[in-house]
C-alpha cells in the first residue's frame, strides 16, 4: 500500500474530525474530501486480497468517532454530524465491497 495514501486518508480524517470533537463545528467541505479519500483508498484496493492493518484501524474508528461527536451538539446540526457518520460508513462498505 502506498504510504502517501495512507497518509492522505489519515489528514483527511483528522481535518473532518477533530473540529467536531472541538465543538468547532461541521465542516461539509472536509466530510466531501473524506469520502472521496475513502473511495481513493477502495479503487487502490480493488485488486488486492487485504487491506493494510494501518487502513483498517483508521476506516474502523472514523463512523464511531463522528458519532460520538453528534452528542456535543444539539438539533439540526447534531443530525446532520450523524448523518455524515452513516455517509462515511457507507463509503467505507463501498471501499471494502
Known amino acids: 500500500m502506498d504510504k502517501d495514501l495512507v497518509s492522505r486518508l489519515e489528514e483527511t480524517a483528522t481535518r473532518f474530525v477533530i473540529p467536531l470533537r472541538m465543538n468547532e463545528g461541521f465542516d461539509e467541505q ?18 488486492e486480497t487485504h487491506v493494510p492493518k494501518r487502513e483498517a484501524l483508521i476506516l474502523a474508528e472514523l463512523s464511531p468517532a463522528i458519532e460520538a461527536c453528534a452528542w456535543l451538539y444539539e438539533g439540526d446540526m ?7 457518520g452513516l455517509a462515511v460508513s457507507e463509503a467505507v462498505t463501498g471501499a471494502l465491497d
Open 78 to 84: 447534531r443530525q446532520r454530524i450523524q448523518e455524515a
Open 30 to 47: 472536509a466530510l466531501l474530501q473524506l469520502q472521496a479519500e475513502i473511495d481513493r483508498c477502495g479503487r487502490a484496493w480493488r485488486n
